[in-house]
């Protein structure tokens, strides 16, 4: 079974610009989480999407959104971009979503803002 | 306001000893513990959890074990093996809730 993957893996920004990461979770899973990584502030929860509705949402600006399609492949999208935003993004898919269901996390992408 | 806490940011350990990662949580409403591994270049990977009815659960060379008393949590790896070098992290949630995650401790296994 392949696992969750993000596209870009890589993305170089300037600030004001606008990015949307993609995320394929793994088949069958039908949540999936955003995470920021930044160091020293571990992982934080940016939002969750489960059948194309946003279920749980993080405490990030509203210039952090995010959208969930039929097939439940997830898109996050950051505008008007800022230095602090430069950070690895995460997604992670699991079947339902509840507690006790284990996340698979995908590889990242690394956004930097320049 | 960080709910969940790795004190330590980084740890080293001699290979074939015991590993001992510590976490610590505010929220009592927290019914579930987990441990993700993170190699650089990868995302996390689940490790092993513990539901809050339990005070210890054990998978191969990794036990967690859960305090609820004292909020506390840890993670014992035994033998320790080169190959466990990564950054952990702790989490928790309970019900729908998101996960919400500590800030890592980096563990470097010395062969």
Redesign the interface.
């Known amino acids: 079974k392949a696992g969750v993957t993000q596209t870009p893996r890589y993305l170089i920004k300037t600030r004001g610009q606008q990015v949307t990461l993609s995320c394929s979770p793994i088949s069958g899973h039908r949540s999936v989480s955003w995470y920021q990584q930044t160091p020293g502030q571990g992982l934080q929860f940016l939002f969750e999407y489960f059948s194309e509705t946003q279920r749980n949402k993080g405490n990030f600006p509203g210039r952090f959104s995010g959208r969930q399609f039929s097939n439940s492949r997830s898109e996050m999208n950051v505008s008007t971009l800022e230095l602090g935003d430069s950070a690895l993004y995460l997604c992670a898919s699991s079947f339902q979503g509840g507690n006790t269901d284990t996340q698979y996390f995908g590889p990242g992408t690394r956004l930097t803002v320049l | 306001d960080q709910q969940?806490k790795?004190n330590s940011p980084s740890l080293s350990v001699q290979e074939g000893r015991i590993s001992i990662l510590n976490c610590d949580y505010t929220n009592s409403m927290f019914?579930?513990f987990l441990w993700?591994k993170k190699y650089p270049?990868?995302?996390?990977?689940?490790l092993i959890?513990i539901?809050s009815i339990k005070d210890k659960n054990e998978d191969g060379r990794f036990t967690v074990f859960l305090n609820k008393s004292a909020k506390h949590l840890s993670l014992h790896i035994v033998p320790s093996q080169p190959g466990d070098s990564a950054v952990y992290?702790c989490?928790a949630?309970?019900?729908?809730?998101?996960?919400?995650?500590?800030?890592?401790t980096r563990l470097t296994i010395i062969p």
């Open positions: 969940v790795q019914d579930y993700y270049a990868e995302g996390p990977t689940f959890s539901s992290f989490a949630n309970f019900g729908n809730e998101k996960l919400t995650f500590g800030t890592g």
